[in-house]
DNA sequence: TAGATTGTTAATCGATTAACAATC
DNA sequence: TAGATTGTTAATCGATTAACAATC
């Protein structure tokens, strides 16, 4: 019923109807929306139906309860506490990012072993020693945490986490993690989109014999 | 025939590879890389059968020759020139992010608009004013684009690299790009998985009815 | 030969697309 | 009522799972 390529979907319309109230309009129909992020009318009839928003036949949907709607159904509609542990440039990149504050992701603390990192903040958020993770995850009661730090201690960090209360980690270490049924664990890996995108490229290099406009001669 | 999940899964494989070279390990068997994976066997095998890797039967793969096998399949096999364009927290994360320079790719430049970062280096990466955009990336010759800018700059900075000859482009911005069929983009949007691991995480909560152990007492 | 493992074919499942009925 | 649009049902497509034949 819950489909994970919806569920994917779903920030890309909050984002849309966020442009549309910018620019005054209140209602807008399922075609439009599809046409606006390139799907076809029925996926995103579907994805909305999953959210639980309903439309007005003949109008369209309102674009303030859309938004809720599908909020709601992500529980963006309210702040997730969250611990970030590895401060390299990538959970610092996380920590900084306007877009996942947008969406609730509350950083509460960081955490690292470098000494010079320690101490420091970063967009107001501390960073600690990662001796003190279990003591703090317990003691405020953080439920999610997000994975920065180097492969070949992401297995023991996670297990670190899930025994200090932690039940959902976002991963962005490339291991897999091994953990009890009940944590939700979201993998992220950036290889996996360059591969994705590495090899549609080839793809459309070699099959040059498709359809549509053809790449133009560079006009050096 | 050449399957999105399956591509976005070759990392992984690599990855698990690695780690078995480095323990001196020099053949696999499907069912132990399945193992590792975390995947079933056959979906491993198909995998590996996408790429052109072949095993030998009754005795597994050899590891040094599936790696090759698959980068060979990615292009990860040589350096891909790509320049970034946005140089916020986000860009200058992926700048310094060693996993992907060990994928091939290798950015020959950054650009932005902010006057205090133009000029600076980052991890040897120079950032160069955004005007100079165009034809850098003709002189150059790069073919592939990380798109790191705000979103209302997406679409004219895409189209930008497009008439400049770039070809490929990895969009980081939260917004559907409109662009010529012979260019492979790659959307990469972080709320997509963070949505998902929300939506799993109050799944797991509710249905708390699951088989499987149990969410333990905390021990306070 | 016997054991192990690849690699393929068929069956199932899930997601997307197409068609259309319902109704504001 | 007529037009527009939602929302559902059926058909298709793609990916995964299961079963097993081929063979080193």
């Known amino acids: 019923m819950s489909n994970k390529q919806a569920i ?3 920030p890309m319309y ?3 109807l966020r442009l549309l109230r910018e620019q005054g309009e209140s209602v807008v129909s399922g075609n439009k ?3 606006l992020v390139g799907k076809p009318p029925p996926v ?3 994805d909305l139906e999953m959210t639980g928003a309903r439309g007005v036949k003949g109008v369209g949907y309102e674009i303030r309860r859309l938004t809720r709607d599908i909020e709601a159904f992500v529980e963006w509609n309210r702040s997730h506490r969250a611990v970030l542990v590895g401060a390299g440039s990538l959970g610092l990149a996380l920590l900084g990012y306007e877009g996942l504050r947008r969406r609730g992701l509350e950083f509460a603390a960081a955490f690292d072993n470098d000494q010079k ?4 903040s970063v967009r107001g958020v501390k960073i600690l020693p990662a001796s003190r993770l279990e003591l703090f995850v317990r003691r405020e009661e953080i439920r999610l945490a997000v994975v920065t730090v180097p492969a070949n201690a992401a297995q023991e960090t996670a297990e670190r986490l899930v025994h200090a209360g932690i039940d959902a980690i976002w991963n962005f270490a490339p291991v897999v993690l091994t953990l009890p049924e009940y944590v939700a664990v979201q993998r992220e890996d950036l290889s996996a989109g360059l591969a994705e995108l590495l090899v549609d490229s080839k793809r459309k290099r070699t099959k040059a014999d498709g359809v549509g406009p053809d790449r133009p ?3 050096v």
């Open 8 to 10: 994917r979907r779903l």
């Open 14 to 16: 909050l984002n849309i």
């Open 33 to 35: 929306l599809a046409d």
């Open 44 to 46: 995103v009839k579907k």
């Open 117 to 120: 990192k320690i101490g420091s």
């Open 217 to 219: 001669e560079p006009d």
